[in-house]
C-alpha cells in the first residue's frame, strides 16, 4: 500500500524526489506518514482538505479489501 500512496503522491508534486511515505505498525493498525516539500503541501492537501480527503478514501477502500486498517498522516 505504500507504493500505492506514493505513486499518487509523486503525480500530484512538482518535487517528487521529496516525497517521503514512512510506513509504522501499531495496535489498531497501520499508519502511513507523508512528508512531502513545504512547497507541495497545499497541492496534496487541496482546497479545504478536499484532496487529502480524497487520498484517504482510496486508500482506506484498498486496505479494507485487504482486512486491514490505515490511517494517513500529512506532516508538514
Known amino acids: 500500500m505504500k507504493e500505492i500512496l506514493e505513486t499518487i503522491l509523486k503525480n500530484l508534486v512538482e518535487k517528487p524526489d521529496e516525497v517521503q511515505v514512512t510506513e509504522k ?12 516539500a513545504a512547497d507541495d503541501m497545499g497541492r ?19 486496505a479494507g479489501k485487504e482486512k486491514k486498517k490505515i490511517t494517513i498522516e500529512f506532516i508538514g
Open 25 to 36: 505498525e501499531t495496535e489498531t493498525g497501520t499508519v502511513l506518514e507523508v512528508r512531502v
Open 44 to 62: 496534496v492537501i487541496g482546497r479545504q482538505g478536499k484532496i487529502a480527503s480524497s487520498i484517504r478514501t482510496v486508500m482506506k477502500s484498498i
